[in-house]
């Protein structure tokens, strides 16, 4: 069973930065497409990031472009979002998901497993 560990959350100030990680402890993650996706209280989970399996192609969603960077280190089987000028709109709980291929369309449906979620807090 495909577990994904996301870990890095937590309260920061407007303007600051944080740097979530995922980790997979039961497969190779560096086979598969990775995304980060958030969900603020009341609202849709949606889509942060992408990253494919081998990290040469990368999508972000146009709230968090020329914020956010997502990366991955194979080696450590781990996928990185730096999160830089984080804003209080960036509030949310963070998931991680990995998915069956080597890239997908940024659509959660598209994910095949997901992380328990780790919480972003920014105050304003």
């Known amino acids: 069973q495909v577990q994904l560990v996301e870990s890095g959350g937590g309260l920061v100030q407007a303007g600051g930065s944080l740097r979530l990680s995922c980790a997979d402890s039961t497969r190779t993650l560096s086979s598969y497409a990775v995304g980060w996706f958030r969900q603020a209280p009341g609202q849709e989970r949606e889509f942060v990031a992408a990253?494919?399996?081998?990290?040469?192609?990368?999508d972000y969603a146009d709230s968090v472009k020329g914020r956010f960077t997502i990366s991955r280190d194979n080696a450590k089987n781990t996928v990185y979002l730096q999160m830089n000028s984080l804003k209080p709109e960036d509030t949310a709980v963070y998931y991680c998901a990995s998915a069956d291929r080597t890239w997908v369309r940024p659509d959660r449906r598209e994910y095949d497993y997901w992380g328990q979620g780790t919480q972003v807090i920014v105050s304003s």
């Open positions: 990253i494919s399996w081998t990290g040469g192609r990368t």
